[in-house]
């Protein structure tokens, strides 16, 4: 972290050198054409003063303008980390956040990648949960910031019409894709975790324990939109793992519900009168389309046409 910070550093001064130099000279003085020359000619063992790479500081620079730069998140990252932040958010302010994150989690490169194109700032902490009514202050605000609205599941290969049974089965057969979906701090305990009440049997979708809560986590999962039963069914499974599995130590066990769709208003009713703290969200299996290409994209129609038996060959035996 050390030689980040002071490459890191070094690469900030030389952007502010280059905007410095672009404002007495002028944009079109080839500035940064010819201080790559330079750079390569004083120092040519070193790396890294590619004209491509001195714009990379120039933008840093442009960024991040004021002397306290090497207090910030992003001072710490790798330089292929600044990189990606760079390349893929607008603003510092989005910048700071996942620098935030990536440092606390200690993120590659690869999974600092997925996390902003999964949108994990604008999805975290937005569930509708019962968290403040049913928890204390700090233990809320952590377990509410623990969830997110919605969860992509795309890394399953499952269609939309996947049962509840398939996504459990596949989630668990990914679960190193599943936890870091599901964010730093849970721990697998089980899949259909076995209960039993008064001689009955119940069957609990997913367990897991997260390390910085101190408390279960219930998770059921719905492939069906939310409907206000489902919550107290949750609430029952809250109740068991509380008298039966939940230790002196532990804090109160919280439940998760995912659904395929999520009414939020309904929910927010729903959870209302619920005794113990639980959060709705929505899960996607499918990653959304951007907006922009939706125009260039076939219609159904239009594939279908395109498929059709007047098309390609026929196949015998088939529909």
Same mark, same amino acid.
């Given at each position: 972290?050390?030689? /980040? ?63 306290? #730069? ?39 490169? /690869? ?8 949108r994990l700032q ?7 949960? /019962? ?20 969860y992509i599941f795309? #890394? ?11 996504? @459990? ?15 730093? *701090? #849970? ?32 998770? @059921? ?10 919550? *107290?069914?949750?609430? #029952?499974y809250l109740s ?14 919280? *439940? ?5 769709? /999520? ?44 498929? *059709? ?11």
């Amino acid at each position: 972290m050390s030689v /980040n910070r002071e490459l890191v550093s070094l690469y900030w001064q030389i952007g502010r050198e280059i905007l410095e130099r672009q404002r007495r000279q002028g944009w079109g003085a080839k500035v940064v054409d010819q201080l790559a020359r330079d750079l390569r000619a004083a120092f040519p063992d070193m790396r890294g003063f590619s004209p491509r790479n001195l714009k990379y500081m120039r933008t840093l620079a442009e960024a991040w303008p004021g002397e306290e #730069f090497v207090q910030y998140p992003v001072a710490q990252l790798p330089w292929s980390h600044v990189v990606t932040l760079l390349d893929k958010l607008k603003t510092s302010e989005a910048s700071e956040w996942y620098a935030a994150k990536s440092i606390e989690h200690g993120w590659s490169r /690869n999974v600092l990648v997925m996390q902003i194109e999964s949108r994990l700032q604008e999805r975290q902490g937005s569930a509708v949960t /019962n968290f403040p009514d049913r928890l204390p202050p700090p233990q809320s605000d952590l377990a509410r910031d623990t969830l997110k609205d919605p969860y992509i599941f795309d #890394f399953l290969g499952l269609t939309e019409s996947a049962q509840e049974r398939d996504i @459990e089965h596949a989630l668990t057969r990914h679960i190193t894709r599943f936890l870091l979906e599901l964010g730093a *701090g #849970f721990a697998f305990v089980a899949r259909q975790y076995r209960l039993e009440v008064a001689g009955d049997e119940f069957f609990i979708d997913l367990l897991f324990y997260h390390l910085k809560l101190r408390c279960y986590v219930v998770v @059921e999962l719905k492939a069906t939109p939310f409907k206000p039963e489902y919550a *107290g069914q949750l609430n #029952f499974y809250l109740s068991a793992i509380d008298a039966q599995v939940k230790g002196s130590h532990d804090q109160p066990t919280i *439940g998760l519900l995912l659904c395929k769709e /999520n009414n939020r208003l309904v929910a927010e009713y729903a959870l209302r009168g619920i005794a113990n703290p639980m959060g709705v969200a929505e899960y996607q299996l499918l990653r959304d389309i951007p907006a922009p290409l939706m125009p260039d994209l076939p219609s159904i129609e239009q594939i279908e046409a395109e498929l *059709g038996p007047d098309e390609g060959p026929e196949l015998s035996g088939h529909p």
